[in-house]
């Protein structure tokens, strides 16, 4: 027909339709939005393949909306055809482009470049993101700026995950695209395509990461023989410790749906202690909720934003949002910058402090203050009795794990890309390492007493030890918790397990992907 309707479907509650015509068209495209996050882009393949994208999409002035950073497109009655395929990658990338630098919203949602509000935009899309060792990995590399396609010469470098370059190149960019054989790795491992592109006076950077055969990958740190017996008696010691703490009514986070009060909870005889906002849903009943604990991300610093993850509360959970040093989260910001200077030293910092001696590194009494944070929960009266979860990223989300694994009443755990993971790994040369990165402190590495302690403390261990339903969250080019160790944490946990696994993530995750493992938790109870 030479005039058609694109129609843009109601899906949930969502429903606007909008119609176009385009003449010399035979095939009836249909863009559909699914639940909050994904474009589905439907067409059949003979058309695509005979009409130019650009031209089509241009002609029909479709207003279109891409809801997060995915899309997916699904081809039909694809013949397995390398020229298709090769054809379909270009569509792929045009795609990509027209929808990162034109989103008008036919749903009033204000959309912006990626990265936000910038003139310029790097696409590295491999023609796998997995790859098993032997195969070659290449990948094809575009550059736009102001919206235009430049051309040049990039330098680029590539390596294995978070390691020196291995090899050195460069490349010339035509209609402001190339290929980029990155060739393989016959071990088990990441490799990082690093490039560099001057361009007017300034040098572009940008990285990709692809694996190869992670799905064996296995943590180079071994349980040491009296783990179980060591963490025993830290937990022990608790029980000699009177349940003690401070409950003062946060106004300022409290809204008609839900309360909040400050805790500070009192951890063991030596007079440490761990402050957290306890989130509760407006007049919590006895015996009706579940609990949340929810450890924060490295550093000396206050409590993030308290009020960014207050959905939990207003679906009926009480959540117990920490820091882990002792610290009251209403000083001054100047107060925990002074601090943080001046206990982070050059050394490592706390994550290094006493790290010689496994009785007294500093995360003895963290790790115990997790095990203490689940005793108050669970003595809050509000509690549903059954159900407690722990959550979190980076630092946060290795100690999820690990008080999934020292406390067996965790019935859920969520964690993003955990942090303390295969710490010593970088002890074997060609390895990579988990935060905090250790190699950067050579004699560390080359202490024993550290790498024994270590053992102690690091995440890979206490997966082991998990039981609880897991869902873990990471991205590939992730250069603080690199993702071969969160496959080392993956390919350690023996519980039930999901993954979502986002390859172009770096150290980050997006609001919506914060609020469905609210979600999935709920949806484990």
């Known amino acids: 027909t030479s005039h058609f309707s694109p129609v843009l479907e109601r899906i949930d509650d969502r429903a606007f339709s909008y119609c176009d015509s385009l003449e010399n068209v035979s095939f009836p495209p249909v863009l559909k939005t699914i639940g909050k996050d994904i474009c589905l882009f439907k067409m059949p393949i003979e058309g695509i393949l005979n009409k130019n994208i650009l031209e089509i999409i241009l002609l029909s002035q479709w207003n279109v909306v891409l809801l997060r950073s995915y899309m997916i497109v699904e081809y039909y009655n694809l013949k397995t055809n390398y020229k298709i395929m090769n054809r379909l990658r270009t569509i792929y990338l045009s795609l990509l482009f027209i929808l990162a ?16 509000r910038s003139d310029y935009l790097w696409l590295t899309v491999p023609d796998h993101w997995l790859y098993k060792t032997g195969e070659q990995a290449k990948v094809e590399v575009s550059f736009y700026k102001y919206g235009i396609p430049r ?13 020196k370059a ?11 695209r190339a290929i980029v054989n990155m060739g393989t790795r016959k071990t088990l491992n990441f490799r990082d395509l690093r490039l560099f592109y001057k361009l007017d006076g300034k040098t572009y950077q940008h990285h990709i990461k692809v694996g190869f055969s992670v799905d064996k990958i296995q943590p180079y740190t071994q349980e040491p023989k009296d783990f179980d017996a060591f963490w025993q008696q830290a937990k022990d010691e608790l029980k000699n410790v009177p349940m003690s703490y401070t409950k003062e009514l946060a106004k300022e986070y409290c809204t008609d749906k839900i309360d909040c009060y400050l805790v500070k ?17 407006k007049n919590a009943k006895q015996g009706s909720h579940p609990v949340v604990l929810t450890p924060p991300g490295a550093g000396i610093k206050t409590i993030k934003e308290p009020m960014r993850n207050k959905y939990y509360a207003e679906n009926g959970f009480i959540r117990f949002e ?42 003895r009494h963290v790790y115990q203050g997790l095990v203490r944070c689940i005793d108050f929960l669970t003595s809050l009266p509000e509690w549903d009795g059954k159900n407690v979860a722990v959550q979190g990223g980076s630092q946060g989300g290795a100690l999820a794990i690990i008080a999934a694994g020292l406390d067996k009443r965790v019935t859920q755990c969520v964690a993003n890309h955990p942090a303390l993971s295969d710490m ?5 040369k060609g390895r990579t390492g988990g935060y905090p990165h250790f190699n950067k402190y050579h004699e560390i590495l080359k202490n024993k007493d550290c790498l024994n302690t270590m053992a102690y403390y690091d995440v890979v261990n206490f997966a082991r030890k998990v039981k609880a339903p897991t869902y873990l969250t990471w991205g590939y080019n992730d250069n603080t918790c690199p993702p071969t ?21 770096e150290h980050w995750t997006t609001p919506d992907t914060n609020y469905q493992q609210m979600v999935w938790i709920k949806e484990h109870l």
């Not at 051309?151 to 390691?163: A, F, K, T």
Request: charged share 25%; glycine share 8%; hydrophobic share 35%.
């Open 166 to 176: 291995d090899k050195k190149g460069s490349f010339k960019l035509k209609n402001g």
């Open 265 to 281: 909870l009192q951890i063991d005889k030596k007079g440490h202690a761990m402050y957290g906002y306890l989130f509760y849903p």
């Open 101 to 116: 630098m034109n989103m008008t919203s036919v749903l009033s949602v204000k959309a912006e470049n990626y990265p936000y």
């Open 151 to 163: 051309d040049g010469e990039v330098n680029y470098e590539i390596g294995d995950d978070m390691l």
């Open 485 to 505: 160790t969160s496959y080392a944490v993956w390919n350690t946990l023996k519980c039930k397990k999901e993954a979502l696994l986002t390859p172009i993530n």
């Open 424 to 428: 010593a790994a970088y002890a074997e």
């Open 322 to 363: 920490i820091e882990i040093h002792g610290l009251d989260p209403r000083l001054p910001a100047e107060t925990f910058q002074e601090i943080s200077k001046g206990f982070n030293d050059a050394n490592g910092g706390y994550l290094a402090n006493g790290l010689e001696d496994k009785n007294r590194y500093y995360m």
